[in-house]
């Protein structure tokens, strides 16, 4: 406890009632939530697993519990921590047999869900364009969030293609229901509803967890709410951990009247600020505070650091989007070069990710490499989709959705009609897709497959998950297929699913709960920032919303324009603008040290060039803080604030720490104070040509120091002076 600063402290040591901690952002609120964990249970004698840890990742919740039992030992391992979805499919694993489900219920993931929808639409004859699927989805996910009947929702919805919206979505349900399947949305819906129904059952989980602590409470939904008010019960034991400066999932429900109603809600509340800030300099602090704090929606907080001023924000401007990424490209290359920098410790955001291909072209041509959080998600690629709903089918026959997808894959002469017929004898059944199946006299490749599977779920029983998953790869004849087929494309879906094989092993011998129930739960609930790794050596590229939760030496912020960020759906409401400030802060706060703000005076949307002036945001941050640069095509080397006339001053470096010089040199040296004077250094004579594989061809100007700390100073006539540290520089002579 002696590690903590006075404010961390009070949180950590508080006693019992509802506590708010508003923690600013980089102020250290897991090590809070963790040393409270350990408080409540050495000091306050709380046994463990009366003690429940809700979080929002499961990147976030795995951090969490790694740290408690390093704190704790064993006895850590007995708190029960978790996503709010992954406790919630705990709970209605045990017990959703109450609510009519049988407890193998499978999940659905976004695809699963939108395959479902359309499923119905051709079964209805209804046209998806005029009820587009994505909008029934809508609904249903809106509804479940704000812990409303779906179908309820759409009755009292307005438009003109209500009814057949309404039977969509009654259908939609029977189908779930019918396969014994739950949607993402579901898992947290349904819990609260077991709850209402279930009062006994409510009160055995408020005794169970005498301790509730919520991290990320900004971005609770209003179902997420509901429960978390509902397990808090009488005791009101409740401690909540967030900012509502960083509430930026309006858009998909979560609602920052949660955490501004604390106090309302619970009353008696006891609230601690965290404002000490252990990421960023005070110069990044203070320019990001000076974007949220025009927001009329927040308690209010003053972030400071001990960290020191830090280097001055840069702000440029160029012509394109194009000349955007050359320019954040060389600014990553020379901070690489000089600074002794991984490339992971460099990250580019942006507000859609469309603005990610110009930034991924240039990365390709220089050979950089790069990762793109918020791609196609492993489990997402179409031959793990097979394979896992393969696995579906086994633990779950009534899983039509799966069942489709795998009657054919790989193809074993099952045509649509011989499927469509199947589906129409299920519907007259009122039953599965797999119950006529099971019924099936004369289609003698409908009854292969169907012996196939009843194969594979019979070894269920008797084999473990790794050689279950090796059974169907060898029985469905999916393995045989891609090496027959022996392509490029081939070989890579057979490397992935040995990698899905790998994640199956690593499971097992984690030693915890491995069966293919809790694989699959596992893989259905994975987000975009769990498969994130900073170990990885690349370039990180992600949309600002992704960004939270992350932090990076050096950030790149593109795009900084009306309209674009701020977006333009955000310009007649003054919440999702006030949203759209809080996701700017969001994203400055994520830097460390290099904080780059950009924007362009064109920029090419949808086809046709779009002017667009500088964001508002950029008006908010104090000139004290900032440095400009302004990069025009016609006078690439010249970069400009007040100092931009072609053949005058340069920033060298863009303005990091080094000092603006003027081109010309005096005694042989550069007029600043690095003294950079010696006419050779590591074999580099003062006048020699070089050439880099990121700035070009160049001219060496002069150099200091020796060995390990050598450092040239290169002239390169598109960008100016560079110093560039020889351990790492990679030149060669010209």
């Not at 059952?201 to 429960?227: A, C, G, H, M």
């Not at 019960?233 to 858009?251: A, E, H, K, P």
């Not at 104070?673 to 590591?682: H, I, M, Q, R, T």
Request: negative net charge; glycine residues 8%; aromatic residues 8%.
């Amino acid at each position: 406890m002696e590690s903590l600063n006075t404010k961390q402290y009070e949180a950590a040591t508080y006693g019992e009632g509802p506590l708010l901690i508003l923690a600013g952002a980089g102020s250290g609120k897991t090590r809070v939530l963790v040393f409270r964990v350990a408080y409540l249970i050495r000091e306050k004698n709380v046994k463990p697993w009366n003690i429940l840890a809700v979080t929002f990742t499961n990147k976030a919740a795995g951090e969490m519990k790694e740290r408690v039992v390093g704190l704790l030992g064993n006895e850590g391992k007995n708190v029960d921590m978790g996503t709010f979805h992954h406790i919630c499919a705990r709970i209605l694993r045990r017990h959703i047999d109450r609510l009519g489900y049988k407890t193998n219920f499978v999940i659905y993931d976004d695809r699963d869900q939108l395959s479902a929808i359309k499923t119905i639409l051709e079964r209805e004859g209804i046209d998806d364009k005029s009820v587009p699927p994505k909008k029934i989805q809508a609904i249903i996910n809106t509804a479940k969030n704000q812990s409303i009947s779906p179908v309820q929702s759409a009755r009292n919805s307005m438009g003109f293609f209500k009814e057949k919206m309404i039977l969509v979505i009654e259908e939609y349900e029977k189908l779930l229901r019918q396969g014994n399947a739950l949607d993402f949305g579901d898992l947290i819906y349904l819990t609260v509803e077991l709850f209402k129904e279930n009062e006994d059952l409510l009160e055995e989980y408020r005794k169970r967890w005498s301790f509730i602590l919520v991290d990320e409470y900004q971005d609770t939904n209003p179902v997420q709410y509901q429960l978390i008010k509902m397990l808090a019960g009488g005791l009101m034991n409740i401690t909540v951990v967030g900012d509502d400066d960083q509430s930026i999932y309006r858009w998909r429900g979560a609602d920052i009247s949660n955490i501004l109603d604390f106090e309302r809600d619970f009353p008696g509340a006891h609230i601690v600020r965290l404002e000490q800030n252990y990421r960023s300099t005070q110069r990044i602090l203070s320019a990001a505070g000076s974007v949220v704090e025009k927001n009329v929606g927040r308690k209010g907080k003053d972030l400071w650091t001990e960290v020191g001023e830090g280097e001055l924000l840069t702000l440029c401007q160029t012509s394109n989007e194009y000349e955007e990424a050359r320019y954040v490209l060389d600014e990553i290359g020379s901070i690489h070069g000089s600074d002794d920098r991984r490339y992971s410790d460099f990250a580019i955001f942006y507000r859609t990710n469309a603005q990610s291909r110009v930034v991924e072209e240039e990365l390709l041509k220089r050979a950089i490499p790069y990762t793109v959080v918020g791609g196609m998600k492993f489990y997402d690629r179409m031959e793990i989709k097979d394979i896992l709903c393969y696995l579906r089918v086994i633990i779950n026959p009534d899983d039509t959705v799966a069942l489709k997808r795998v009657i054919n894959t790989p193809p074993r002469g099952i045509g649509k009609k011989s499927i469509a017929d199947m589906e129409e004898k299920a519907i007259d059944m009122g039953a599965s897709l797999y119950r006529a199946i099971e019924l099936e006299k004369g289609n003698k490749k409908i009854i292969a497959f169907r012996s196939m599977i009843e194969s594979l779920c019979a070894k269920k029983e008797t084999l473990d998950t790794a050689d279950l998953l090796r059974e169907v790869l060898i029985q469905s004849g999916y393995v045989k297929k891609l090496k027959d087929e022996n392509t490029v494309e081939a070989r890579s879906r057979l490397e992935n699913i040995e990698e899905l094989e790998e994640a199956i092993r690593e499971m097992i011998g984690e030693g915890e709960e491995s069966s293919i129930e809790s694989f699959l739960e596992r893989t259905s609930l994975m987000s975009d920032v769990d498969n994130y790794s900073e170990k990885e050596e690349r370039v990180t590229l992600m949309t600002l919303h992704s960004a939270k939760g992350l932090e990076f030496p050096a950030v790149f912020m593109m795009g900084m324009e009306e309209n674009l960020f701020p977006h333009s759906r955000s310009k007649d409401d003054i919440e999702a603008l006030e949203e759209e400030r809080r996701l700017c802060y969001v994203g400055m706060t994520r830097a460390r040290e290099h904080l780059y703000l950009t924007y362009t005076k064109k920029r090419r949307v949808f086809g046709s060039e779009q002017y667009n002036i500088p964001s508002r945001f950029l008006s908010d941050i104090p000139e004290e803080l900032m440095q400009r640069v302004n990069i025009e095509p016609a006078f690439a080397s010249a970069y400009s604030g007040s100092y931009g006339q072609s053949g005058g001053a340069h920033s060298e470096s863009y303005g990091r720490k080094e000092k603006v010089v003027q081109a010309g040199f005096v005694g042989g040296g550069f007029d600043d104070d690095k003294g950079l004077a010696l006419d050779e250094v590591g074999g580099y004579a003062r006048g020699s040509k070089v050439r880099h594989p990121t700035f070009g061809e160049g001219v060496v100007r002069g150099g200091e120091g020796s060995g390990e700390k050598a450092k040239i100073a290169v002239y390169f006539p598109r960008l100016g002076l560079k110093k560039l540290l020889l351990k790492y520089a990679p030149l060669e002579r010209v």
